[in-house]
C-alpha cells in the first residue's frame, strides 16, 4: 500500500511525524492492553500491518461523550465519569506530542524560503497559487499526499 506511494517517490519522510490515534479504547490506561492491541494491528492485515509500522507511533484513548440528556442521577454519573475518562486521554495525548514534538518535527527543507509566500498567498484569498509556489517540489508532493490521504480517509 505505501511502498511506491507518493511517500517513497519524493522521500520526504513525513510517516517519521505521523502517530496513529487509537480512539474508543476502553482499556486505554491499560499498558499490557495497549501493547497487546498494537501486536494484533501488526499481525491483523497486512495492509493495516504495513501502515502501522510505518509511522511513528501508536497512541491509545478515549474519548466517549460527554454531551449526553440528562434524564436522571444515573446520567449525571455518566457524564462525570466520561469527562473523568476524556481528561485523561487528553493527557495522554498532551504528554505524548509534548515528548514527541519536543526534539524531532517536520519542517519542509525549503520551509523558511516559502513560508512567507504562503501566508501570503492564504491572507489574499486567491485562487492562483503563486508561482514559487507552484515550482516548489516539496508543496507540489504535500499537496498530492494530502489528496491521497482525502482519498483513503
Not at 17 to 42: G, M, P
Not at 44 to 64: F, H, K, L, M, T
Not at 69 to 92: A, L, Y
Not at 128 to 139: A, I, M, R, S, T
Amino acid at each position: 500500500l505505501l511502498k511506491g506511494s507518493i511517500f517513497d517517490i519524493f522521500e520526504i519522510g513525513i510517516l517519521d511525524y505521523v502517530t496513529i490515534v487509537r480512539t474508543k479504547f476502553s482499556n486505554f490506561k491499560n499498558k499490557k492492553e495497549c501493547e497487546a492491541d498494537k501486536k494484533q494491528l501488526h499481525n491483523e492485515n497486512e495492509n493495516i500491518a504495513n501502515i502501522v509500522r510505518s509511522c511513528r507511533n501508536v497512541i491509545y484513548v478515549d474519548n466517549p461523550p460527554t454531551n449526553i440528556q440528562i434524564i436522571d442521577e444515573e446520567d449525571e454519573e455518566t457524564v462525570i465519569t466520561n469527562k473523568k475518562i476524556r481528561d485523561r486521554s487528553r493527557k495522554i495525548m498532551l504528554d505524548y506530542l509534548d515528548e514527541a514534538c519536543m526534539v524531532n518535527y517536520f519542517k519542509l527543507k525549503t520551509w523558511d524560503q516559502i513560508r512567507k509566500p504562503i501566508a501570503e498567498y492564504l491572507e489574499s484569498n486567491c485562487e492562483d497559487v503563486p508561482p514559487e509556489l507552484e515550482k516548489n517540489q516539496e508543496v507540489q508532493t504535500l499537496i498530492k499526499i494530502t489528496e491521497s490521504f482525502c482519498s483513503i480517509i
